[in-house]
């Protein structure tokens, strides 16, 4: 099953469900394209475009451009764009675009130079995603 905004669609193939989570193919959320709602995966989860709502995948990846008003929970993480929300990651990188409007709680973070941040930035041990 696979969550976009808030409604659930399910799958009849689950075979191909399977398959497609076992590959570990990302899910894209193109430039110019806004999500409302909460994403739930089991494989990584690349933005380009604008979501609004949590995230929630074992690896995130918030490209130059892309903008998140919501929580992100991921084991790793690398954020370029811009997030407004909490963060919690096992791993994480702030990029030198990055814009983050928000409080960290990570168990390892780099945080490159040219990284734009406000919140607070916790050391905590986390649950794998």
């Known amino acids: 099953m696979a969550q976009i905004g808030l409604k659930a669609v399910e799958s009849d193939d689950k075979a ?4 497609i989570v076992a590959k570990g193919r990302p899910s894209i959320i193109r430039e110019g394209l806004k999500i ?23 690896e995130v990846v918030s490209a130059h451009g892309s903008r998140v008003a919501g929580p992100i929970r991921a ?7 811009h997030v407004v929300g909490k963060i919690y990651a096992k ?12 409080d960290v709680n990570y168990e390892k973070v780099i945080i490159d130079e040219g990284t734009t941040f406000d919140g607070k930035v916790s050391f905590k041990r986390l649950k794998k995603t």
């Open 16 to 19: 191909e469900d399977e398959h």
């Open 36 to 58: 409302s709602g909460n994403i739930r995966s089991k494989s990584k989860i690349e933005v380009e475009g604008f979501v609004k709502g949590s995230i929630t995948a074992p």
């Open 75 to 81: 084991d790793n993480l690398f954020v370029a764009g």
């Open 91 to 102: 791993q994480a990188r702030f990029g030198e675009t990055s814009r983050i409007e928000g």
